[in-house]
């Protein structure tokens, strides 16, 4: 960028309040940090302060810049023009052929956009280039109006100029300043905040403070969705700060469901995620991948990268900052950074008002549901085991699949063929909803056990594969009947045992109803956030 001359324009009779530029925004000073934005696309001898204050003299003197210093300096407002520094250009003994006046009051503006500006301004060989922003208004008018025609909302494009910089050649500037001149616009990608009182300083120094937390997560037919469900469940919580979501190519599942969401999404090869996610330069990144290896964990905090795991048995769980296993009440690995049990699992916001149920002597209605891809096809095996008890007992039953199962036609075949009341959700958003009418279940060993006991419902657990057997909170003490069926399909009759024992023996329902009662974990959540925010203030 030769030729070119950065002009800082940084009086102190003309702030937003007082002392506005040498106040810390997020530790450091509006002029520090425009001085800074300015090295980071010119020399250091082609930038100049220009200044009434010696306080901000000698900061720019001590920066290596030039500085342009005199007391009676004043200009009659915040923002300043080119012709207005006009004057004072001639004596700074700068050979200079083009100006960029950049202010000092938009801490937000990126290198990036001064050097594709200035790249603009060249190539198309302007003599002023001016930022501008468009943004979508219903304009107010002045008018006398027909009802309709007031109330109607006329969404228009408005496009303003912006006042965080400008570029002017020489030549211009020593024409006449009543010369007509045409304007290169040059419009920004993103509004560059102006501080102009507290207010804008407050959400300056919000985003400012943001970082980056990059989310992993998995999801195919053998883990299911509960994954995907507690990261964006934390994703929600973290609103201060930029949430990326990564997954690899074979986790189709995740990939349509986060799609639906406005959270960035980058999909990788396996071979090529690890360095992907470091390529992302996350402050903070969340692995929710069960098991992780040590080496990965390593690789991710060589990079200067926080690691916090989530249900991890791996050796990778040791070696992150942070790595919370909600679903393993017992320790099974060694480390001092490691969270284990049900304290620290959490519901998703739809059971924070739900009406958890209360005892009922006779069972009216039975829950059956296995997760979001029910990846052992429990669906097909036990709603036509239990139906005809239940059609003999007046028990009314709701089937509920998830995105990721594949048999909803073929459920709804063998719904059609029984006697029993069958209502069949698939998909659902509001399962808390649907439980608030149960007072049994029969389910996967997975999160929707703990929703069961933080509603107070009984149930018959199935675990679909090893790991779900090593959830040890679905158990007789906590209000849970477990089976390991997964697959033993010659043993499906001690479903039916059970559910008949759950129904006829009020008594043992009642035991098991009442063991469940003290299960609350609406706080649990935030205890999970407090952890993560207290994390990233390592780089705050």
Not at 132 to 149: D, F, G, K, V, W
Request: aromatic share 8%.
């Amino acid at each position: 960028m030769n030729g070119l001359l950065v002009v800082i324009p940084a009086s102190k009779k003309s702030v937003a309040f007082p002392d506005d530029l040498v106040k810390k925004l997020a530790g450091v000073t509006l002029i520090q940090r425009a001085i800074t934005l300015a090295k980071s696309i010119v020399s250091d001898s082609q930038i100049m302060v220009m200044t009434d204050s010696e306080e901000i003299d000698l900061i720019a003197m001590r920066q290596g810049v030039v500085s342009y210093f005199e007391p009676a300096l004043c200009w009659l407002c915040q923002t300043v023009s080119a012709i207005e520094i006009k004057p004072y250009l001639n004596s700074c003994g700068i050979q200079w052929h083009n100006l960029l006046l950049l202010s000092p009051y938009t801490p937000l503006l990126r290198a990036t956009t001064l050097r594709a500006a200035y790249e603009s301004y060249c190539h198309t060989g302007a003599e002023l280039l001016l930022p501008i922003i468009s943004t979508h208004a219903n304009p107010y008018r002045p008018l006398a109006l027909s009802l309709s025609e007031r109330l109607q909302n006329r969404d228009e494009v408005l496009t303003v100029e912006s006042s965080s910089f400008s570029i002017t050649s020489r030549l211009l500037l020593e024409a006449k300043s009543d010369c007509n001149v045409w304007p290169l616009a040059f419009e920004l990608d993103e509004v560059p905040i102006e501080i102009r009182n507290y207010h804008d300083w407050w959400i300056c120094e919000k985003l400012l403070n943001r970082r980056r937390i990059v989310f992993r997560v998995i999801s195919y037919s053998e883990v299911g969705m509960g994954h995907i469900s507690r990261c964006l469940a934390l994703a929600h919580e973290i609103s201060d700060h930029e949430v990326y979501f990564v997954c690899d190519n074979e986790s189709s599942i995740a990939a349509n469901k986060l799609a639906g969401y406005d959270y960035w999404l980058g999909v990788y090869k396996p071979e090529v995620i690890e360095q992907s996610i470091i390529d992302l330069k996350p402050d903070l990144v969340v692995n929710d991948i069960l098991n992780t290896d040590a080496d990965y964990v390593l690789r991710l905090r060589d990079a200067g990268i926080i690691v916090v795991n989530l249900e991890d048995l791996g050796s990778g769980a040791s070696e992150a900052d942070l790595a919370i296993n909600d679903l393993y009440d017992d320790a099974l690995l060694a480390g001092k950074r490691i969270l284990w049990g049900h304290q620290w699992f959490f519901l998703r916001d739809e059971f924070h008002d739900a009406r958890a149920n209360q005892f009922q002597n006779r069972v009216t209605r039975l829950l059956i549901t296995f997760g979001g891809t029910d990846p052992s096809d429990f669906t097909r095996r036990v709603l036509p085991l239990v139906a005809p008890y239940c059609a003999e007992q007046g028990i009314a039953i709701d089937v509920v699949t998830g995105e990721g199962y594949s048999y909803k036609e073929e459920v709804k075949l063998i719904i059609a063929g029984l006697d029993a009341e069958v209502t069949y959700t698939h998909v659902t958003g509001v399962i808390s909803r649907i439980m608030e009418r149960a007072q049994l279940a029969i389910c996967s060993n997975g999160r929707t056990v703990y929703e069961l006991a933080h509603m107070n419902i009984p149930a018959v657990v199935l675990s679909h594969h090893v790991r779900e057997l090593s959830h040890r909170f679905a158990c007789e003490k906590n209000g849970f009947l477990p089976l390991d069926i997964a697959n033993k399909p010659q043993h499906d009759g001690q479903i039916l045992l059970e559910l008949r024992r759950l129904v006829e023996d009020t008594s043992f329902r009642q035991r098991l109803f009442s063991s469940m009662e003290h299960y609350v974990f609406l706080q649990n959540k935030h205890k999970v956030v407090a952890q993560i925010q207290n994390l990233l203030h390592r780089v705050l």
